[in-house]
């Protein structure tokens, strides 16, 4: 199985603020990486596939980059909104696999 | 709009059989993969298996000894069955259509379910 690591696990922030994470696959997979956003007591939401391509109605203040083993979301500028946990999955092999997930909270 | 909603029991004995059905509204359920995904209370997401809608499969091999999906192409609905279950079965299960067109994302989600097993 590709194994999936994200960092931070959390991370404080202020609205208005840019806000990075990272994910590292144990094995390359292309720019077959997604990113999803979890609110308390909802499902993931979709919101880039391809590593850097935002579904369709997501907000472009969000964006993705990386390929091979290593990859990044960036949130340009944090929105109420956008405090949630974040996961980001390979979609390159199955078993599909996530990584732990990056808590964005209130500073 | 494509919806999707789980449903069965919230509580299932140990050593029995989970059983979930989900629901496609919305939508074909033909041409798409159909996939059940799992998240025990406060921790991450595990990704259970997928079904196409012509029935062919791939699980877990975490789980595969214990996992059945299976479809219903004429009531537009995809079922999970997990077998011999435990308390580290406890989780909110979601249901899930697999989008295979760039990698394979989950694009749409049901709300989830919450099963617990407890005697």
């Known amino acids: 199985d590709i194994q999936m690591t994200q960092s931070p696990s959390s991370v404080s922030a202020s609205v208005g603020d840019r806000v990075t994470i990272t994910c590292r696959a144990s094995?390359?997979?292309?720019?077959?990486l997604a990113w999803y956003q979890q609110k308390p007591g909802k499902a993931p939401k979709l919101l880039i596939y391809?590593?850097?391509s935002l579904q369709s109605g997501v907000p472009s203040r969000f964006s993705g980059s990386g390929s091979g083993t290593d990859f990044t979301l960036t949130i340009s500028s944090l929105q109420p909104e956008d405090f949630a946990t974040y996961y980001c999955?390979?979609?390159?092999?199955?078993?599909?696999?996530f990584g732990g997930g990056t808590k964005v909270e209130i500073k | 709009q494509v919806q999707l909603q789980e449903s069965g029991p919230g509580l299932v004995k140990p050593s029995e059989t989970l059983s979930l059905t989900c629901t496609v509204s919305?939508?074909?359920?033909?041409?798409?993969?159909w996939s059940w995904i799992r998240q025990p209370p406060g921790k991450g997401l595990e990704w259970v298996g997928y079904?196409?809608?012509?029935?062919?499969?791939n699980y877990n091999p975490s789980l595969k000894s214990r996992v059945t999906i299976s479809v219903d192409t004429s009531k537009t609905q995809f079922s999970l069955k997990l077998s011999s279950v435990t308390a580290a079965d406890t989780a909110v299960y979601y249901c899930?259509?697999?989008?295979?067109?760039?990698?394979?994302?989950?694009?749409?989600w049901g709300q989830g379910t919450l099963v617990t097993v407890s005697s």
């Open positions: 899930a259509r697999l989008y295979d067109g760039s990698g394979s994302v989950l694009d749409y």
């Open positions: 919305g939508g074909s359920i033909s041409s798409y993969y």
């Open positions: 079904i196409y809608y012509s029935g062919s499969t």
């Open positions: 094995q390359g997979i292309g720019s077959w």
């Open positions: 391809a590593a850097s």
């Open positions: 999955q390979q979609a390159n092999s199955f078993p599909l696999t």
